[in-house]
């Protein structure tokens, strides 16, 4: 049974950097994509960004293009996201998701969730 499991979320003003990371336990790891949603408050959760299983291809939200970046490490079992010139929009709570079904930027291609990290980004 496969564990995600985030970390790196915090308050930082808007204009900073912030990285967060996900551990995976249990899937052989190297088969899967791995994304990242976000969920607001009073919102849906929505997509962010994808790697695919090598690692060369990646999706993101039209909106964290140019800031965001996603990696993966697939010797040591972790993808990160890294998030520059955070904006107050971008606070969410953020999940890491793996999936097979190569639907990157849906909710349902993804068969494992991480239990959330909160980001919060002040004015």
């Known amino acids: 049974q496969g564990q995600l499991v985030e970390s790196g979320g915090g308050l930082v003003q808007a204009g900073t950097s912030l990285k967060l990371s996900c551990a995976v336990y249990g899937l052989t790891f190297d088969t899967y994509t791995m994304g990242w949603f976000r969920q607001a408050p009073g919102s849906d959760r929505e997509f962010v960004a994808a790697?695919?299983?090598?690692?060369?291809?990646?999706a993101y939200l039209d909106s964290v293009k140019g800031r965001f970046t996603i990696s993966r490490n697939n010797a040591l079992h972790t993808v990160a996201l890294q998030m520059s010139s955070l904006k107050v929009e971008d606070t969410a709570v953020y999940y890491c998701?793996?999936?097979?079904?190569?639907?990157?930027?849906?909710?349902?291609?993804?068969?494992?969730w991480g239990q959330g990290v909160q980001v919060t980004v002040s004015p």
């Open positions: 790697i695919m299983w090598r690692g060369d291809t990646a």
């Open positions: 998701a793996a999936g097979r079904s190569g639907t990157a930027r849906e909710e349902s291609g993804y068969e494992y």
